[in-house]
Protein backbone atom coordinates (compact mmCIF):
# COMPACT_ATOMS: atom_id res chain seq x y z
CA UNK A 1 0.00 0.00 0.00
CA UNK A 2 1.38 3.32 -0.68
CA UNK A 3 1.92 6.49 1.60
CA UNK A 4 1.14 9.60 1.81
CA UNK A 5 3.09 11.63 -0.95
CA UNK A 6 4.13 14.97 -0.88
CA UNK A 7 5.29 17.02 -4.23
CA UNK A 8 8.11 18.34 -4.68
CA UNK A 9 10.32 17.69 -2.62
CA UNK A 10 12.33 20.89 -2.19
CA UNK A 11 11.16 24.19 -3.28
CA UNK A 12 12.68 27.26 -3.62
CA UNK A 13 10.91 30.38 -4.38
CA UNK A 14 11.88 34.12 -3.68
CA UNK A 15 9.99 36.36 -1.31
CA UNK A 16 6.59 37.98 -2.93
CA UNK A 17 6.40 34.69 -5.08
CA UNK A 18 3.43 32.39 -4.66
CA UNK A 19 4.12 28.31 -3.70
CA UNK A 20 1.76 25.42 -4.18
CA UNK A 21 2.27 22.28 -2.38
CA UNK A 22 0.50 18.88 -3.10
CA UNK A 23 -0.13 15.98 -0.97
CA UNK A 24 -1.70 12.50 -1.84
CA UNK A 25 -3.07 10.84 0.94
CA UNK A 26 -3.26 6.91 1.61
CA UNK A 27 -5.87 5.44 -0.71
CA UNK A 28 -9.02 5.18 1.08
CA UNK A 29 -7.95 7.91 3.39
CA UNK A 30 -10.64 11.08 3.59
CA UNK A 31 -8.92 13.57 5.94
CA UNK A 32 -5.76 15.41 4.84
CA UNK A 33 -4.14 17.70 7.81
CA UNK A 34 -1.19 20.12 6.90
CA UNK A 35 1.53 21.47 9.27
CA UNK A 36 4.33 23.60 9.49
CA UNK A 37 7.14 22.71 10.93
CA UNK A 38 10.21 25.50 11.46
CA UNK A 39 13.63 24.52 11.65
CA UNK A 40 14.40 22.83 15.12
CA UNK A 41 10.23 23.47 15.99
CA UNK A 42 7.46 21.77 16.69
CA UNK A 43 4.27 20.93 14.63
CA UNK A 44 2.11 23.97 14.04
CA UNK A 45 -1.30 23.04 12.45
CA UNK A 46 -2.16 24.59 9.82
CA UNK A 47 -5.34 23.20 8.15
CA UNK A 48 -7.46 20.06 8.25
CA UNK A 49 -9.63 19.02 5.10
CA UNK A 50 -12.42 15.89 5.39
CA UNK A 51 -14.83 14.76 2.21
CA UNK A 52 -13.51 17.96 0.46
CA UNK A 53 -14.37 20.77 3.10
CA UNK A 54 -12.08 22.55 5.19
CA UNK A 55 -13.10 21.66 8.67
CA UNK A 56 -10.29 23.91 10.35
CA UNK A 57 -7.34 26.26 10.47
CA UNK A 58 -4.50 27.03 12.50
CA UNK A 59 -3.50 30.36 14.09
CA UNK A 60 -2.22 31.71 10.38
CA UNK A 61 -2.93 33.85 7.76
CA UNK A 62 -5.17 33.74 5.44
CA UNK A 63 -2.26 33.57 2.49
CA UNK A 64 -1.99 29.98 3.73
CA UNK A 65 -4.81 28.25 1.75
CA UNK A 66 -5.64 25.10 0.08
CA UNK A 67 -8.31 23.08 -0.71
CA UNK A 68 -8.72 19.18 -1.50
CA UNK A 69 -10.26 17.58 -4.85
CA UNK A 70 -12.78 15.15 -5.02
CA UNK A 71 -9.65 11.98 -5.18
CA UNK A 72 -9.15 13.30 -1.39
CA UNK A 73 -5.33 15.17 -2.76
CA UNK A 74 -4.71 18.21 -1.34
CA UNK A 75 -2.74 21.50 -1.59
CA UNK A 76 -1.54 24.16 0.25
CA UNK A 77 -0.90 27.35 -1.24
CA UNK A 78 1.44 29.62 -0.08
CA UNK A 79 0.60 33.34 -1.10
CA UNK A 80 2.89 36.54 -0.55
CA UNK A 81 5.93 34.62 0.63
CA UNK A 82 7.85 36.05 3.30
CA UNK A 83 11.34 34.51 4.31
CA UNK A 84 9.80 33.17 7.75
CA UNK A 85 7.73 30.59 5.80
CA UNK A 86 10.66 28.74 4.89
CA UNK A 87 10.00 25.61 6.92
CA UNK A 88 8.87 21.79 6.44
CA UNK A 89 5.31 21.11 5.39
CA UNK A 90 3.82 18.19 6.48
CA UNK A 91 0.77 16.35 5.22
CA UNK A 92 -1.00 13.83 6.84
CA UNK A 93 -4.25 11.55 5.99
CA UNK A 94 -6.35 9.69 8.42
CA UNK A 95 -8.69 7.18 7.21
CA UNK A 96 -11.68 7.66 9.67
CA UNK A 97 -12.23 10.21 12.33
CA UNK A 98 -9.99 9.58 15.86
CA UNK A 99 -7.68 7.32 14.30
CA UNK A 100 -3.77 7.45 13.81
CA UNK A 101 -2.64 9.99 10.89
CA UNK A 102 0.25 8.73 8.37
CA UNK A 103 2.65 11.69 7.16
CA UNK A 104 4.29 12.07 4.14
CA UNK A 105 8.16 12.61 4.09
CA UNK A 106 6.79 16.87 3.61
CA UNK A 107 7.87 19.48 0.91
CA UNK A 108 11.57 21.62 2.34
CA UNK A 109 10.23 25.36 0.94
CA UNK A 110 12.77 27.77 1.00
CA UNK A 111 12.16 31.16 0.88
CA UNK A 112 15.07 33.43 -0.34
CA UNK B 1 -7.38 25.08 25.25
CA UNK B 2 -5.83 21.62 24.54
CA UNK B 3 -2.20 21.43 25.80
CA UNK B 4 0.36 18.81 25.12
CA UNK B 5 3.52 19.67 27.20
CA UNK B 6 6.20 16.38 26.91
CA UNK B 7 9.51 16.56 29.21
CA UNK B 8 12.48 16.34 29.27
CA UNK B 9 13.28 18.27 25.97
CA UNK B 10 16.50 16.85 24.94
CA UNK B 11 17.31 13.10 26.69
CA UNK B 12 21.23 11.52 26.51
CA UNK B 13 21.39 8.01 27.44
CA UNK B 14 24.31 5.45 26.99
CA UNK B 15 22.71 2.21 25.30
CA UNK B 16 21.41 0.02 27.01
CA UNK B 17 20.14 2.70 29.77
CA UNK B 18 16.17 2.46 29.69
CA UNK B 19 14.35 5.63 30.46
CA UNK B 20 10.95 7.20 29.91
CA UNK B 21 9.60 10.46 28.01
CA UNK B 22 6.65 11.89 29.63
CA UNK B 23 3.47 13.40 28.11
CA UNK B 24 1.31 15.31 29.86
CA UNK B 25 -2.04 17.17 28.45
CA UNK B 26 -5.36 18.73 29.16
CA UNK B 27 -7.87 18.07 26.78
CA UNK B 28 -11.79 18.58 26.00
CA UNK B 29 -12.85 15.21 25.34
CA UNK B 30 -9.48 12.62 24.54
CA UNK B 31 -10.59 10.88 21.40
CA UNK B 32 -6.62 9.13 21.07
CA UNK B 33 -3.50 9.66 22.39
CA UNK B 34 -0.43 8.85 19.73
CA UNK B 35 3.11 8.43 19.35
CA UNK B 36 5.03 9.06 16.79
CA UNK B 37 9.17 8.92 15.72
CA UNK B 38 10.46 11.49 13.54
CA UNK B 39 14.38 11.70 12.02
CA UNK B 40 15.48 15.01 11.01
CA UNK B 41 14.12 16.73 7.70
CA UNK B 42 11.41 13.39 7.49
CA UNK B 43 7.93 13.00 8.20
CA UNK B 44 6.70 11.51 11.66
CA UNK B 45 6.37 8.08 11.62
CA UNK B 46 3.56 6.28 13.67
CA UNK B 47 4.24 4.39 16.55
CA UNK B 48 1.23 4.14 19.10
CA UNK B 49 -2.46 4.80 19.37
CA UNK B 50 -3.70 4.82 23.24
CA UNK B 51 -7.89 5.25 23.51
CA UNK B 52 -8.21 4.77 27.50
CA UNK B 53 -6.33 5.39 30.73
CA UNK B 54 -5.09 1.96 31.55
CA UNK B 55 -4.06 0.72 27.57
CA UNK B 56 -0.57 -0.14 27.01
CA UNK B 57 0.99 -0.94 23.64
CA UNK B 58 4.56 -2.26 23.37
CA UNK B 59 6.75 -2.45 20.10
CA UNK B 60 10.52 -3.89 20.26
CA UNK B 61 12.22 -1.69 22.94
CA UNK B 62 8.93 1.09 23.07
CA UNK B 63 6.30 0.49 25.59
CA UNK B 64 3.18 3.39 25.93
CA UNK B 65 1.05 3.62 28.76
CA UNK B 66 -2.00 6.15 29.21
CA UNK B 67 -3.48 7.85 32.49
CA UNK B 68 -5.86 10.15 32.78
CA UNK B 69 -3.35 13.23 32.42
CA UNK B 70 -0.17 11.64 30.81
CA UNK B 71 1.27 9.06 28.82
CA UNK B 72 4.69 7.71 28.98
CA UNK B 73 6.82 5.91 26.44
CA UNK B 74 9.38 3.62 28.14
CA UNK B 75 12.50 2.81 26.24
CA UNK B 76 14.23 -0.53 27.57
CA UNK B 77 17.63 -1.02 26.28
CA UNK B 78 18.26 1.26 23.62
CA UNK B 79 20.26 1.19 20.90
CA UNK B 80 22.17 4.25 18.37
CA UNK B 81 19.29 3.63 16.20
CA UNK B 82 16.80 4.95 18.53
CA UNK B 83 17.85 7.94 18.59
CA UNK B 84 15.10 10.55 17.20
CA UNK B 85 12.86 12.76 18.49
CA UNK B 86 9.97 11.51 20.03
CA UNK B 87 6.46 13.50 19.47
CA UNK B 88 3.27 13.05 21.24
CA UNK B 89 -0.20 13.97 19.84
CA UNK B 90 -3.75 13.60 21.29
CA UNK B 91 -6.63 14.31 19.14
CA UNK B 92 -10.05 15.92 20.87
CA UNK B 93 -13.63 15.60 20.22
CA UNK B 94 -13.42 18.15 17.50
CA UNK B 95 -10.76 15.40 15.69
CA UNK B 96 -8.12 18.45 16.44
CA UNK B 97 -4.81 16.87 16.12
CA UNK B 98 -2.05 18.57 18.25
CA UNK B 99 1.19 18.17 18.91
CA UNK B 100 3.78 18.65 21.88
CA UNK B 101 6.84 19.66 21.36
CA UNK B 102 8.72 16.58 21.26
CA UNK B 103 11.58 14.90 23.22
CA UNK B 104 14.92 14.56 21.50
CA UNK B 105 16.50 11.53 22.34
CA UNK B 106 20.35 10.50 21.76
CA UNK B 107 21.56 6.74 22.38
CA UNK B 108 25.27 6.96 22.38
CA UNK B 109 26.95 3.69 21.69
Known amino acids: EAGVTQSPTHLIKTRGQQATLRCSPI?????VYWYQQALGLGLQFLLWYDEGEERNRGNFPPRFSGRQFPNYSSELNVNALELEDSALYLC???????????FGQGTRLTVV | EDQVTQSPEALRLQEGESSSLNCSYT??????LFWYRQDPGKGPEFLFTLYSAGEEKEKERLKATLTKKESFLHITAPKPEDSATYLCALNNAGNMLTFGGGTRLMVKP
Open chain 1, 27 to 31: SGHTS
Open chain 2, 27 to 32: VSGLRG
Open chain 1, 92 to 102: ASMRQLNTEAF
